[in-house]
């Protein structure tokens, strides 16, 4: 009797531990990024997915320049876009070259030599840094305080708030400052508790700077003040013109001056708000009623979807994964949440000139729904819609049915010149797969997403080119794959393509089906009759065009797109693992790794997972790559240009639910997560992916 009832309460106790939720709040306030010394790679950022304003260690933007070669101190918005004047009346069609492919000529938007219009078209729309707000803080000198007079740090991104309280002295004297983002507004609210605010010694500072029109652009461009024009229309009102573009900042009510050309001092009485806006705003919200509406918005974030909790491993790895996926979710939500796919580099700085690439939509997105918050992808997967027509009429201008995604694009749909990006193919099933994920949790989105499926798939069909000589559909010749090293000439049948391609339209035909429509013939003949996977000695090519796939160096570098064939897709008949298996080996033996991009390491992740191998898993994850390096602000570091880099955390974030909530058909728990004893797992909300 004794040994039953020590039994039971044994199984009782392993019942309720495994019933035990996860303390949410313990968990990510383990995690709030401290710092005690300024470090340019390590600003901290606050936003609500349309709107991002990243500060330094003063709790503002108080040195941007000192900045801007770190993480720059931004301010942008999903609607702050401008164009410099067309006055060479440049047009779209003037990057058009024809290219002769399967018996007719085909034109692209490509970078042609000597073409003003290339250029235009690259640099135009950009988007826009809408302006510095920072301090000016005077020492005893009257001199403005530089970077080194700031001392004695203490500043913490509070995430489970959503509030950045900064602490620090100048000569001595205390300061403290609480900054905050509306969730819903683009607002800023801050708190400053100094001796220096009644002394007159610390003012804020609004600089509004001038795009670059460059690639990057970090906001600390105060050159050319004859170009734009700022003002003070009326007390609490700032307008700011740039050409044809026009914006506000509407600011609570302080006294206020206009020392230089688009700078202007705001004495502050403890608090102030701002307000970014294409309109003038009605009235603004308080700082209270910001930072409460703030801790609303994060406690209710953290609180729903996902969480994973490693607390209890034993190895050293698991701390700093556990960091990762906690400062990845908070960075996600507030740079790429928009009502439109974000850039690479978020709503921080520009990089290819603030312009969303669509091939990067499934590394920003498709996390969201794999974690419980379906509704934040949804958000911009609506915006598909409003650039239909423009993506139809590519399709239509090269031949094609149905709609041709764009690649490099702008928030109304142009096509950006690019003699890479005019020939991807891969972002095109992307639309299907996201519609996929939102319809496996909202079934009701059917009827939503039905037609804008059906016209992707449309494309794909009649893109696949029937070669009758081998009796079977080719993709090629005319596409450069996702792994960017191939000519597009040259270039047919990538592996990964081919596979997404399957895997496209047949979740296509279901849709079709499960609208009570019989399944599309023309669809059915080129899934019956579509190009085997490419392979040769026992693993998968990167194209059937590149037998050299794995001898040639160049070959050997970039992403290593063919392990998407198993990864980011499922199993299929069409799919041989053991073959992917040995792919996977000459991989991870003989890639190039220092020539890769942060996606690779969660991408080859999840191949690693879906072949049972959870410890080559975490290995991938922790390949020491520069590429793969991880900032303690969360930032996926990639080199000089590109100081932070969202695909890479978006990846981090789908690899650990594949990890840790399988996928379809999956037999094994927690298939990503070694079984050697010395990694604990507690998850809860996570999805399984396809």
């Given at each position: 009797m004794k040994n039953y009832l020590t039994f039971l309460l044994t199984c009782t106790y392993f019942m309720v531990c495994a019933q035990t939720p996860i303390n949410r709040q313990a968990l990510v306030a383990r995690h709030n990024v401290i710092l005690h010394k300024a470090d340019t790679l390590a600003a901290l950022s606050l936003g609500n997915g349309n709107f991002a304003f990243t500060v330094d260690v003063t709790?503002?933007?108080?040195?941007?320049?000192?900045?801007?070669?770190?993480?720059?101190?931004?301010?942008?918005?999903?609607?702050?876009?401008?164009?410099?004047?067309?006055?060479?009346?440049?047009?779209?069609?003037d990057t058009y070259?024809?290219?002769?492919?399967?018996?007719?000529?085909?034109?692209?938007?490509?970078?042609?030599?000597?073409?003003?219009?290339?250029?235009?078209?690259?640099?135009?729309?950009?988007?826009?840094?809408?302006?510095?707000?920072?301090?000016?803080?005077?020492?005893?000198?009257?001199?403005p305080a530089t970077f080194t007079d700031i001392r004695q740090v203490n500043q913490v991104l509070d995430l489970w708030n959503g509030e950045i309280r900064s602490a620090f002295t100048v000569e001595g004297v205390p300061v403290q400052v609480?900054?905050?983002?509306?969730?819903?507004?683009?607002?800023i609210a801050v708190k400053v508790i100094s001796p220096l605010v009644k002394q007159g010694r610390l003012k804020i500072r609004i600089r509004l700077p001038y795009p670059t029109g460059g690639f990057a652009d970090a906001g600390t461009n105060y050159q050319h003040p004859d170009r734009?024009?700022?003002?003070?229309?009326?007390?609490?009102?700032?307008?700011?013109?740039?050409?044809?573009?026009?914006?506000?900042?509407?600011?609570?009510?302080?006294?206020?001056?206009?020392?230089?050309?688009?700078?202007?001092?705001?004495?502050?009485?403890?608090?102030?708000t701002i307000q970014f806006s294409p309109h003038e705003a009605p009235a603004l919200p308080s700082f209270t009623q910001t930072e409460n509406d703030s801790r609303q918005y994060w406690q209710a974030f953290w609180k729903r979807g996902g969480a994973v909790d490693f607390s209890g491993s034993t190895d050293p790895r698991a701390f700093e994964l556990e960091r990762r996926v906690i400062l990845s979710q908070y960075l996600m939500a507030i740079q790429c949440a928009g009502t439109m796919p974000p850039q690479e580099t978020g709503l921080t700085y520009n990089s290819w000139y603030g312009k969303p690439h669509l091939e990067m939509y499934?590394?920003?997105?498709?996390?969201?729904?794999?974690?419980?918050?379906?509704?934040?992808?949804?958000?911009?997967?609506?915006?598909?819609?409003?650039?239909?027509?423009?993506?139809?009429?590519i399709a239509q201008r090269q031949g094609y049915k149905g709609i041709r995604w764009q690649k490099m694009t702008d928030p109304a749909g142009n096509e950006s010149p690019s003699s890479v990006g005019a020939f991807l193919i891969w972002q095109q099933p992307h639309f299907i797969y996201m519609a996929e994920l939102l319809y496996r949790q909202h079934p009701e989105v059917l009827a939503r997403y039905q037609s804008l499926v059906a016209a992707t798939a449309d494309f794909m069909a009649s893109y696949a080119?029937?070669?009758?000589?081998?009796?079977?559909?080719?993709?090629?010749?005319?596409?450069?794959?996702?792994?960017?090293?191939?000519?597009?000439?040259?270039?047919?049948?990538?592996?990964?393509?081919?596979?997404?391609?399957?895997?496209?339209?047949?979740?296509?035909?279901?849709?079709?089906?499960?609208?009570?429509?019989?399944?599309?013939?023309?669809?059915?003949?080129?899934?019956?009759?579509?190009?085997?996977?490419?392979?040769?000695?026992?693993?998968?090519?990167?194209?059937?065009?590149?037998?050299?796939?794995?001898?040639r160096p160049s070959y050997m570098t970039d992403h290593p797109a063919v392990l998407g064939t198993l990864g980011m897709l499922p199993a299929s008949p069409a799919l041989d693992t053991a073959v992917m298996r040995h792919t996977l080996?000459?991989?991870?033996?003989?890639?190039?790794?220092k020539d890769t991009w942060g996606w690779d390491f969660p991408l080859t992740c999840m191949t690693a997972v879906r072949l049972g191998?959870?410890?080559?898993?975490?290995?991938?994850?922790?390949?020491?790559?520069?590429?793969?390096?991880?900032?303690?602000?969360?930032?996926?570091?990639?080199?000089?240009?590109?100081?932070?880099?969202?695909?890479?955390?978006?990846?981090?974030?789908?690899?650990?639910?594949?990890?840790?909530?399988?996928?379809?058909?999956?037999?094994?728990?927690?298939?990503?997560?070694?079984?050697?004893?010395?990694?604990?797992?507690?998850?809860?909300?996570?999805?399984?992916?396809?």
């Open positions: 709790g503002l933007q108080t040195f941007p320049e000192t900045y801007s070669n770190g993480i720059p101190l931004g301010t942008q918005s999903g609607w702050g876009w401008h164009s410099f004047p067309n006055i060479a009346g440049a047009k779209i069609e070259q024809s290219y002769h492919l399967h018996g007719r000529d085909i034109t692209y938007a490509v970078q042609k030599k000597n073409t003003p219009a290339v250029d235009y078209f690259r640099q135009n729309v950009h988007r826009l840094q809408l302006g510095n707000v920072g301090l000016l803080i005077l020492k005893k000198n009257g001199q609480r900054t905050v983002v509306h969730p819903r507004k683009d607002v734009h024009l700022s003002s003070v229309i009326k007390p609490g009102l700032i307008i700011h013109q740039l050409d044809t573009t026009r914006y506000y900042l509407n600011y609570s009510p302080a006294s206020i001056a206009n020392p230089h050309p688009h700078e202007f001092l705001l004495t502050p009485d403890r608090e102030i499934w590394w920003h997105e498709v996390h969201f729904p794999l974690w419980g918050r379906a509704d934040l992808m949804e958000k911009s997967l609506q915006w598909y819609a409003t650039v239909a027509d423009k993506a139809r009429a080119w029937y070669d009758s000589a081998t009796h079977r559909y080719i993709l090629g010749k005319g596409l450069i794959p996702a792994q960017e090293r191939f000519k597009p000439e040259e270039t047919y049948n990538p592996t990964y393509e081919l596979a997404y391609w399957r895997w496209g339209l047949q979740t296509a035909q279901r849709w079709r089906e499960r609208a009570g429509l019989p399944r599309h013939p023309g669809w059915d003949k080129v899934l019956q009759d579509l190009s085997s996977l490419p392979r040769q000695e026992g693993v998968y090519l990167a194209a059937e065009s590149a037998p050299d796939s794995y001898t080996d000459k991989i991870w033996t003989s890639w190039d790794w191998q959870p410890e080559r898993a975490i290995d991938a994850l922790f390949m020491q790559i520069k590429t793969n390096t991880w900032l303690r602000n969360g930032h996926n570091y990639q080199d000089d240009r590109l100081r932070l880099y969202l695909p890479g955390n978006g990846g981090l974030l789908t690899a650990v639910a594949l990890m840790c909530a399988g996928y379809d058909g999956c037999t094994v728990k927690e298939p990503g997560i070694p079984k050697n004893g010395r990694w604990k797992v507690k998850w809860e909300g996570l999805q399984p992916m396809p």
